[in-house]
Nanobody, 119 residues
Framework: QVQLVESGGGLVQPGGSLRLSCTASGSSLSIAAMGWYRQGSGKQRELVAVFIGADSTNYADSVKGRFTISRDFAKKTVYLQMSSLKVEDTAVYYC?????????????WGQGTQVTVSS
């Protein structure tokens, strides 16, 4: 059974930093994509940052220059370094992983970790 375990959320003041991590377990398939999404209160879930394949990354415009995604695919782990945090970054952050089995993709979500940016 595939599990995504997230950690690193919490409460931080505006301008502060947090680092999220997510480790996937329970699958021997290769990773097609792995990254982070978020959902603020009353909002739709949105992309934050994602690895597509081994080295290609995609960031939301709102976090470019402030957030950095990194990964250790051998450990099936992805990180999100968040800096210069703003109140509007407050959300539940979800890890997402897509495993590939030839032409098929299997999509999984973590349970989410709360990030609150407040003074």
């Amino acid at each position: 059974q595939v599990q995504l375990v997230e950690s690193g959320g919490g409460l931080v003041q505006p301008g502060g930093s947090l680092r999220l991590s997510c480790t996937a377990s329970g699958s021997s398939l290769s990773i097609a994509a792995m990254g982070w999404y978020r959902q603020g209160s009353g909002k739709q879930r949105e992309l934050v940052a994602v690895f597509i394949g081994a080295d290609s990354t995609n960031y939301a415009d709102s976090v470019k220059g402030r957030f950095t995604i990194s990964r250790d695919f051998a450990k099936k782990t992805v990180y999100l370094q968040m800096s210069s945090l703003k109140v509007e970054d407050t959300a539940v952050y979800y890890c997402n992983t897509q495993f590939r089995d030839f032409a098929r993709l299997y999509n999984y979500w973590g349970q989410g970790t709360q990030v609150t940016v407040s003074s």
